[in-house]
């Protein structure tokens, strides 16, 4: 079976820092997307950082854009969300998500179905 775990949430404070995890298991890992989402209270869900892990590259919203940075370990099939400076609107439950067999660049947008979905974690920021 396909899943995805995420850790690393918490409280911080605003000005601060958190770094998130998701580790993946069952599938290839290394040929695909992840991408991690948010969903702030009240909201809909949004797509925060993308990136391949095959290493074509990155996208993040304009929001978070200069403070988080999406990375992954494909040895230790985990994608990571390093989030710095952060602003208490940055408050949500924050979802990573994967689509494997994903082979060429261009192709890891916040627009693209992400089949697997881990079961979120919550950052709050006071």
């Known amino acids: 079976d396909v899943q995805l775990v995420e850790s690393g949430g918490g409280s911080a404070l605003a000005g601060g820092s958190v770094r998130l995890s998701c580790t993946g298991s069952?599938?290839?890992?290394?040929?695909?997307?992840v991408a991690w989402f948010r969903q702030r209270l009240g909201k809909a869900r949004e797509a925060v950082a993308t990136?391949?892990?095959?290493?074509?590259?990155?996208w993040y919203d304009d929001s978070v854009r200069g403070r988080f940075t999406i990375s992954h370990d494909n040895g230790r099939r985990t994608a990571y969300l390093q989030m710095n400076t952060l602003m208490p609107e940055d408050t949500a439950m924050y979802y990573c998500?994967?689509?494997?067999?994903?082979?060429?660049?261009?192709?890891?947008?916040?627009?693209?179905?992400?089949?697997?979905w881990g079961q979120g974690t919550q950052v709050t920021v006071s």
């Open positions: 998500a994967a689509e494997p067999n994903v082979w060429f660049a261009g192709q890891c947008s916040a627009q693209r179905e992400y089949s697997y």
């Open positions: 990136m391949s892990t095959r290493g074509y590259g990155t």
């Open positions: 069952g599938y290839s890992f290394a040929n695909g997307c």
